[in-house]
């Protein structure tokens, strides 16, 4: 059994979370698949950008940095290339993530580097009070959209499936065992892994749409979820408003970025070899 | 012994040269004329000596990408023109407030906006100061010459070391696509500084408990040295502490007073001309080239003239300035944007300080800097 406080910053505590907030559920699913994996605190990058996720790293015990928002994937490709031997993991929002950083987000996909993902999806901007996100369902109330949204999300798995991303997986907090287990994969993955994570935010998401309380949203997220096996039968009229859980996308074919690299690497060196 | 390299080089070649003798060992860039010799330069060069080029999908992710790999101790650069400089300026930022050592070149072209890209300016002069937002310090360097590409570019990663802090070097189109001669010294001759490192247990290490001169002392990551960073006003430990005004005035002072105790270091510039002169020419940049040219030639003709180079513009060497205009009856300032230094030269000195401007993409030639000295 992981003792989840062995990874936590104790002097940091109590987190800013509200209550009822899926984020400390996720960190503690995080934690776990970190410790399965047998990551060890004094090799492993935690990196974020900014946003109510992003304050995952403040109290978890790693090595640690808070970016600027929607950036945290740029800063990990740098890290990543030069200490290539550290695992590096980036927690992150689904505004930081699929909206301000959407395109760092293809890039780094298609780019397959090795880094390992977690996109907390509570569809809303929450540290900034409720304003719509690019994964706010519509229609919905926000604090920017107060009579509907007008905007229609996306699938962002489906976003860094189609950009490379070798390993895709989505899970929500009410399947917290299936959340830590596909974060155990993607941390074994060798390549870009993604995990999306349905998560709520009864603060400012889940007030303002009558959602009731968190209990409620979490049952709200079992009933909306179907296995990637179930979704396989269902026509996408049926699919409408559900949330797949499950690997999306595992494939071995492409090699990681930093190998990728280092090939280039001995094919400059051998043309430089030729000329001497 | 020590063995000097005689080569003809174009400034953007050279300063690609300097920054990998100083140990720039990353480099991640997106295509922008007139820079994109520095980025093409670098894919070339990273990949033989066990660096790490990339091309990032636009300059924030490059910005990005290079204080990232800082964090991970390494030298890196960046380098751009106008577009990209105003997309790179939210890194510039997060590099000063994290005390993040990156070096960012800014080859100047004709603004604003995508403006004339292959032909020179000195549009950004300002935006270099002040581009980003909040009150951040910044070390800017600006080379006239290839040789001085060279050198800045050196000097650039130095002071970003030293000082844990991002360098801005000024280029332009003229300085970075002209070639000219240059003598490279043997790179062991060069001396190079490299960040502090703590000497404290990793219990006691708090990445922001600055030395004496002010700059905070770094350890290596993936080690037992686990700490925090965050681009918030932060304790020593590097925690938030976004609403306490006592750290807050503590670090953001700190930050500014690095670079006084520094200001030695920083501190560049070049006199050229008359010594006992009655008008005296400040220039920087390509403009300093027409400057040499014109007081050459008006000392021919028995004017007194001279011309004080500032290699280094920000922090801005006033005291320099002042000492130099003192002994001037007037200075004149040309620049290849509407006035954009000249305030800092007035504030400087009483001494009547007259502009020379153009900004439609043309240098600024010693004849039109001959005909305004006649007229002062
Ligand atoms: C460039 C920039 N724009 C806007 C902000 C303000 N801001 C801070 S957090 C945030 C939204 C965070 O939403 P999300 O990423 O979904 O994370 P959550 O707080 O919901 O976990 C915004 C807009 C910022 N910090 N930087
Ligand atoms: S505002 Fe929402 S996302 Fe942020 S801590 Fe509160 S419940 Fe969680």
């Known amino acids: 059994m992981t003792n989840v406080k062995d990874y936590i910053r104790q002097d940091k505590l109590p987190h800013i979370w509200c209550p009822g907030c899926g984020d400390g559920t996720i960190a503690g699913a995080m934690i776990r698949a970190i410790d399965a994996c047998g990551l060890t605190k004094d090799n492993t990058a935690l990196i974020t950008g900014i946003g109510c996720s992003a304050r995952f790293n403040n109290i978890m015990d790693f090595h640690t940095f808070q970016t600027a928002h929607g950036r ?19 927690a992150t929002g689904d505004g930081d993530c699929a909206g301000i950083g959407g395109n760092h987000l293809i890039h780094t996909a298609r780019r397959n580097i090795d880094l390992t993902v977690v996109m907390i999806n509570n569809q809303i901007y929450g540290m900034t009070g409720g304003q719509y996100s690019p994964m706010t369902p519509y229609p919905s109330i926000a604090s920017t959209a107060q009579y509907s949204t007008f905007e229609y999300p996306f699938d962002v798995c489906e976003l860094v499936k189609a950009a490379g991303g070798t390993y895709v997986a989505r899970s929500t907090t ?8 596909l974060i155990e994969n993607a941390i074994r993955h060798k390549g ?21 309380s968190p209990y409620d949203m979490l049952m709200k997220q079992k009933e909306m979820s179907v296995t990637v096996e179930q979704a396989k039968d269902m026509s996408p009229e049926e699919l409408e408003g559900k949330i797949v859980i499950g690997e999306l996308v595992n494939r071995t074919d492409r090699k990681p970025f930093d190998e990728v690299y280092q090939d280039m690497v001995r094919k400059a060196l051998a043309k430089k070899g030729e000329k001497l | 012994m020590s063995n000097t390299t005689v080569r003809f080089m174009q400034g953007n070649e050279a300063l690609v040269e300097g920054a990998l003798v100083a140990g720039a060992r990353f480099f991640a860039g997106y295509p922008i004329t007139p820079a994109s010799e520095i980025t093409e330069g670098m894919s070339a060069r990273l990949p033989l000596v066990g660096g790490v080029f990339l091309q990032m999908e636009d300059e924030i992710a490059s910005m990005g990408a290079a204080i990232g790999a800082s964090m991970a101790g390494a030298k890196c650069l960046t380098a751009t023109s106008g577009p990209g400089f105003s997309l790179k300026q939210e890194g510039i930022g997060i590099a000063s407030m994290m005390e993040i050592p990156v070096v960012i070149v800014d080859v100047m072209r004709g603004g604003p906006a995508s403006g004339m890209s292959t032909l020179p300016s000195q549009m950004d002069v300002m935006q270099a100061r002040w581009g980003c937002h909040g009150d951040h310090p910044i070390i800017v360097l600006s080379p006239a010459t290839v040789t001085e590409c060279y050198e800045l570019a050196i000097k650039a990663f130095n002071l970003a070391e030293l000082i844990r802090q991002p360098v801005i070097i000024l280029s332009d189109a003229i300085v970075g696509h002209l070639r000219e001669r240059i003598e490279l010294p043997d790179p062991s001759t ?45 304790t020593e430990k590097g925690f938030p502490a976004d609403t306490n005004n006592a750290v807050a005035a503590k670090l953001i002072t700190r930050l500014h007073r690095k670079l006084d105790n520094y200001a030695d270091e920083i501190t560049c510039y070049k006199f050229f001309g008359a010594e006992d002169y009655d008008v005296l020419i400040t220039a920087y940049g390509c403009v300093t080239r027409a400057a040499r040219d014109a007081a050459k030639a008006l000392n021919a003709e028995g004017r007194k003239v001279g011309v004080l180079q500032l290699q280094s513009l920000w922090p801005f060497p006033k005291a320099v300035v002042a000492e130099y205009a003192a002994k001037a009856r007037k200075v004149l ?30 240098e600024i030639r010693p004849e039109q800097i001959i005909e305004k000295v006649r007229e002062m």
């Open chain 1, 72 to 90: 945290a994937l740029s800063y990990a490709t740098g890290f990543k290339m030069m200490k290539p031997e550290m695992d590096v993991l980036v």
């Open chain 1, 174 to 181: 009410y399947h917290i065992n299936l959340t830590q287990k």
């Open chain 1, 192 to 212: 870009f892994s993604f995990v999306e994570v349905i998560s709520q935010c009864p603060t400012n998401f889940g007030k303002r749409n009558k959602m009731g």
């Open chain 2, 190 to 234: 060069v001396k190079i500084i490299n960040r502090k490192m703590t000497d404290k247990p990793p219990e006691e290490y708090a990445p922001f408990e600055a030395g004496e001169d002010d700059v905070p002392f770094f350890a290596e990551r993936g080690t037992a040295y686990r700490y925090h960073m965050c681009s918030n006003v932060h």
């Open chain 2, 333 to 362: 300032m040309p620049e290849i944007n509407l006035g954009q230094l000249i305030d800092q030269v007035r504030l400087a000195t009483d001494r009547p300080v007259e502009g020379l401007n153009r900004c439609d993409g043309a």
